[in-house]
């Protein structure tokens, strides 16, 4: 037992002496002997705190603020621009003029069928002689002016010699596009040839017909031929 005693008591001193200098009294000294690190810990706001000292926060950066795009003007609000409707021209057909117009000159029936004649003759330029024939396929002198006569339901013999006793014989001062001319050629003593007038130029006459050699020409008053074989001119009843 006094053994026992003894050994607890020379264990103590010794604890006591080896112990006093390994006591820690502060963290500061447990860290300076390396026998002690503070655990660190990361806040999700990228704070740091350790468990020894007061955590200091990480200062902010300041955010840029971008500067407001500068505001365009409000848009004027759109007037409607009424355009003046144009003046509407008062329609022909709404006035009437009661006042005879002195410029206002109708041809006369003479004429106005005159031209009429020539103009469906002018349609025959071309087509070829034929005997007898009074178509578009050929035709002769009479036949010509029978196939336009026809188009204004107008009778008249179908020969030139009789028809050259129909109607009234006109002077050549009076001459008018749509009359007849009448000839004798190749030394007969009678009409054998016939024509309708186109145009009167002065003195000259040009005349329309079926030609032997050329079919349905223009010819003129001032070719030898037919200077030297003119008889007369007629007017075509029921034309004046």
């Given at each position: 037992?006094t053994?026992?005693?003894f050994?607890?008591l020379i ?6 002496f ?11 000294q447990?860290m ?7 655990r660190t810990e ?6 740091t705190k350790?468990s ?6 990480t200062p902010?950066?300041p ?6 795009a500068?505001?365009k003007?409000?848009?004027k ?6 355009k ?13 003029n009661e006042?005879p117009?002195?410029?206002?000159v109708f041809?006369?029936?003479t004429n106005?069928l005159?031209n009429?004649m020539?103009?469906n003759a002018?349609g025959f330029?071309?087509v070829?002689y034929r ?6 396929a ?12 026809n188009?204004f339901?107008i ?5 030139s ?6 109607g ?7 001459v008018?596009?749509?009359d007849?001319i ?13 024509g309708m ?6 003195d ?6 079926s030609?032997?050699n ?6 003129s008053t001032?070719e030898?031929?037919y200077?030297?074989?003119f ?8 034309k004046?």
């Amino acid at each position: 037992m006094t053994r026992l005693r003894f050994f607890f008591l020379i264990s103590f001193l010794m604890f006591t002496f080896v112990g006093s200098s390994q006591i820690i009294t502060s963290k500061k000294q447990a860290m300076k002997k390396g026998v002690y690190q503070p655990r660190t810990e990361t806040t999700s706001t990228g704070v740091t705190k350790t468990s020894t000292e007061t955590a200091v926060a990480t200062p902010k950066v300041p955010a840029v603020t971008k500067p407001a795009a500068a505001q365009k003007p409000a848009p004027k609000p759109e007037v409607a621009v009424t355009k003046p409707k144009p003046q509407t021209k008062p329609s022909k057909k709404n006035i009437i003029n009661e006042e005879p117009d002195s410029d206002l000159v109708f041809p006369s029936f003479t004429n106005y069928l005159g031209n009429q004649m020539i103009n469906n003759a002018m349609g025959f330029l071309g087509v070829r002689y034929r005997g007898g024939g009074t178509t578009p396929a050929g035709m002769d002198c009479s036949g010509m002016v029978t196939a336009v006569l026809n188009i204004f339901d107008i009778k008249m013999p179908r020969s030139s010699h009789e028809m050259a006793q129909v109607g009234e014989k006109v002077d050549l001062a009076d001459v008018q596009a749509g009359d007849l001319i009448f000839f004798k050629t190749n030394g007969r003593s009678i009409i054998n040839h016939v024509g309708m007038v186109v145009e009167i130029i002065g003195d000259e006459i040009k005349f329309i017909h079926s030609s032997t050699n050329k079919g349905v020409i223009i010819s003129s008053t001032k070719e030898p031929y037919y200077k030297r074989s003119f008889v007369q001119i007629n007017r075509i009843p029921n034309k004046a």
